[in-house]
């Protein structure tokens, strides 16, 4: 069955976060949802569940946890038991919850820098220290300066935060890699929590995800690994995330507080989750050609664009485009003034570079890279 990802869709008066912000002759390609119908099946199953007709309260439903544990088993070859699983509506509070209720008054984050903002904004809230960890670039990938790591523990580090593919920057990151900052966590005794909501995405075939609780039982007992169905197939206004965690007390901390501050998805969500799971592996696949595609377009572009530069992207649909080289103090300002709205760097820690987002038709993107060039002459 064919997909179509150029299907002209106007998300202008649906209350899209990315397309009722600027006026209309801007091309919105900031926040990180695509310009895409979701897949028929997700569709389908939303629309029995409205024509059964009640949406009354709901319990997280075992298909759906069943259809997660074989995904993990399937395509990672990681065992993840029932009872690890915890339902959240959403990855954002599933990282606010573990920095909450993982950590002490007075106790230490890690962090990488540049990172997407919710793994910074998780300690703020919660009153807690923490320390950004550059990412350094390193045969064009984006990967943790594992010196700057160690130099960056105390006595009193708890909680590492991971991003797993790292947004932005959309590095996959190596079974070697996450082996070393698993013992880096064990030698320090931390607690892990890694977001892996984009690890449906993947780009370059032959480079697998790795859940990082995958690597070792050792990793497994110490990390709250956080996923979602949202962003791959493109529910994120609609869908539900869950937290898998092996170890009792993490888990019983984790959710101490959960129905008090978050609420449960909804019936909708979960309809929405469990087709995408079930049905949807086809136009997951369509979807990532066609955003390897629209990959390849931008690192192309952006090559070709004097004062601009960027990393390859093996995952996510996310470019991490370094301007330094272009004679403006604000790229972020810059584009907009010339018809794109892009994600300011500064969100995500590093105010010289924007995030692009190639989710969207290849036409629209193509008249995007146009401005973009001709805002960097
Ligand atoms: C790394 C990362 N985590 C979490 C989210 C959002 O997760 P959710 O919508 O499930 O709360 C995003 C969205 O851009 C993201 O990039």
Not at 35 to 45: E, I, N, Q, S, T
Not at 250 to 257: P, V
Request: hydrophobic letters at 45%; proline letters at 7%; charged letters at 25%.
């Amino acid at each position: 069955m064919g997909f179509d990802f150029d299907e002209v869709i106007e998300r202008r008066g649906s209350w899209s976060m990315r397309w009722e912000r600027d006026p209309p002759e801007v091309i919105p390609l900031w926040v990180a949802d695509t310009d895409f119908r979701a897949p028929p099946a997700v569709l389908a199953a939303m629309s029995r569940r409205l024509a059964h007709g009640i949406l009354g309260y709901s319990v997280p439903p075992a298909p759906l946890r069943d259809a997660l544990i074989e995904r993990m088993q399937r395509l990672y070859g990681w065992r993840v038991e029932p009872d690890w699983v915890v339902f959240v509506p959403g990855v954002v509070p599933g990282l606010h919850l573990a920095a909450r209720h993982l950590t002490r008054p007075g106790e230490h984050l890690l962090l990488p820098r540049p990172v997407y903002h919710h793994l910074k904004r998780a300690p703020e809230g919660a009153g807690r220290e923490f320390t950004e960890v550059p990412l350094t670039l390193a045969d064009g990938r984006w990967v943790w300066d594992e010196d700057a790591l160690a130099g960056a523990a105390r006595p009193r580090s708890r909680l590492l935060m991971l991003c797993n593919p790292q947004n932005p920057g959309g590095t996959i990151f190596r079974r070697d890699e996450l082996e070393r900052l698993a013992a880096f966590a064990a030698k320090h005794d931390l607690l892990i929590c890694s977001d892996e909501i984009h690890a449906d995405l993947l780009l370059d075939v032959g480079k697998p995800h790795v859940p990082i609780a995958s690597v070792s039982r050792e990793a497994s007992r110490r990390t709250v690994t956080l996923l979602s169905p949202n962003k791959a197939f493109g529910i994120p206004g609609a869908g539900c995330a869950f937290a898998v965690i092996e170890d009792a007390d993490l888990r019983r901390a984790f959710s101490t507080d959960h129905h008090a501050t978050v609420h449960d998805a909804s019936v909708l969500a979960y309809e929405a989750a469990l087709a995408a799971y079930r049905e949807c592996e086809p136009w997951l696949q369509a979807q990532l050609a066609y955003l390897r595609a629209n990959r390849d377009l931008v690192e192309r572009e952006i090559a070709a664009t004097p004062g601009l530069a960027m990393a390859h992207v093996e995952a996510t649909f996310l470019a991490w485009i370094d301007a330094s080289g272009l004679d403006v103090a604000d790229p972020y300002r810059h584009f907009l003034e010339h018809g794109v709205a892009l994600s300011p760097g500064r969100q995500f820690g590093s105010p010289r570079f924007v995030r692009l987002n190639f989710g969207t038709r290849r036409e629209l993107l193509a008249q995007a890279l146009t401005r973009i060039r001709s805002a960097s002459r």
